[in-house]
């Protein structure tokens, strides 16, 4: 069974800083994985979808990367501002592209 | 494009009563799925839909029932409410489901639901 995992589960940083979000996952043959933006108290916002043949995918200040062979995906953040404080979701698609599969995010707070 | 929308936004229910939670997206999405959040839990998929007429459960269907007559809605129908039933309830859509040509899936606002 497909299991997703992201650390830290909180996380704090001063403005300016360059982080790095982790997702990690126990089945390495997945297809496609997607990160989500969640504010409090609101629905999820996509941010990246990297389908399995890619390595990388860029948006702005975002770069999400995935590594298969180690189950792991990383999502860059550039130069953070206090508005990127969110929860952070990663998500894998199920083997018949039917369902995501998420991990339970990373609490961001970025201070100014 | 309104994009997915959900109502209503909160509802607080006593344990046996029913109701249904309305979803809509105007995307022309042929796939929708619900999935319900809770602390600790992370979001799980609860039913899904391919296309019109054609709905599957996913992984915590108990309790729930959909039906997909068009395809722009897809409502989520709780027949007999219960304090485990307490969540957010988020509805998705994206034009296809399959893994050849994959598609982002895009969320609404949620519900909010207590079952007291």
């Known amino acids: 069974k497909q299991e997703v995992t992201q650390i830290p589960a909180a996380l704090s940083v001063p403005e300016g800083e360059n982080l790095v979000l982790n997702c990690s996952f126990t089945?390495?043959?997945?297809?496609?994985l997607q990160w989500f933006r969640q504010d409090p108290g609101k629905g999820l916002t996509s941010l990246l979808l990297?389908?399995?043949?890619?390595r990388e995918q860029t948006s702005g200040r975002l770069n999400a990367s995935l590594d298969k062979s180690s189950g792991r995906s990383t999502l860059y953040i550039a130069a953070s501002q206090p508005g990127d404080s969110a929860t952070y979701l990663c998500a894998v698609f199920n083997q018949a592209g039917t369902a995501l599969i998420f991990g339970k995010g990373t609490t961001l707070s970025v201070s100014s | 494009n309104a994009g997915v929308t959900q109502t209503p936004k909160f509802q607080v229910l006593k344990t046996g009563q029913s109701m249904t939670l309305q979803c809509a997206q105007d995307m022309n999405h042929e796939y929708m799925s619900w999935y319900r959040q809770d602390p600790g839990m992370g979001l799980r998929l609860i039913h899904y839909?391919?296309?019109?007429?054609?709905?599957d459960q996913g992984e915590v269907p108990n309790g729930y029932n959909v039906s997909r007559s068009t395809t722009e809605d897809f409502p989520l129908r709780l027949l007999s409410a219960a304090p485990s039933q307490t969540s957010v309830y988020f509805c998705?859509?994206?034009?296809?489901?399959?893994?050849?040509?994959?598609?982002?899936?895009?969320f609404g606002p949620g519900t909010r639901l207590t079952v007291t």
């Open positions: 839909s391919v296309g019109a007429g054609i709905t």
């Open positions: 089945d390495s043959a997945i297809y496609n």
């Open positions: 990297i389908q399995s043949s890619q």
């Open positions: 998705a859509s994206t034009l296809t489901a399959g893994l050849a040509d994959p598609y982002e899936q895009y």
